[in-house]
């Protein structure tokens, strides 16, 4: 099993910037790629951002490419996502996942998430 420590939520106003963080632990090993999801009250859970083991690939959905940046310290786990420009519709529990398969990666454990809010 694997379970996530994940950090950095909170509220901000509109073009402000927030750091998200997300440790690993138990099942760390043979994980392939670490990633950042969202879901918002009332939608499905969506795909924001994920980096390979080695940082080597890197993936962003269209709606956070070129404001959120994703990185990874490997030998602690550890991915982050800085958010910069954020916006009302940024607002959203955002989870970490990992994946433990080759690339296209899937992602099929969860944290608890962190919650962003972005007001206008």
């Known amino acids: 099993q694997v379970q996530f420590a994940e950090s950095g939520g909170g509220l901000v106003q509109a073009g402000g910037s927030l750091r998200l963080s997300c440790t690993a632990s138990g099942r760390t090993f043979s994980m392939t790629a670490m990633g950042w999801f969202r879901q918002a009250p009332g939608k499905e859970r969506e795909f924001v951002a994920a980096?390979?083991?080695?940082?080597?690939?890197?993936s962003y959905a269209a709606s956070v490419k070129g404001r959120f940046t994703i990185s990874r310290d490997s030998a602690k786990n550890t991915v982050y996502l800085p958010m910069n420009s954020l916006k009302p519709e940024d607002t959203a529990v955002y989870s970490c996942?990992?994946?433990?398969?080759?690339?296209?990666?899937?992602?099929?454990?969860w944290g608890q998430g962190t919650q962003v809010t972005v007001s206008s």
């Open positions: 996942s990992v994946s433990y398969g080759p690339a296209p990666y899937s992602f099929d454990y």
């Open positions: 980096i390979s083991r080695r940082g080597g690939n890197i």
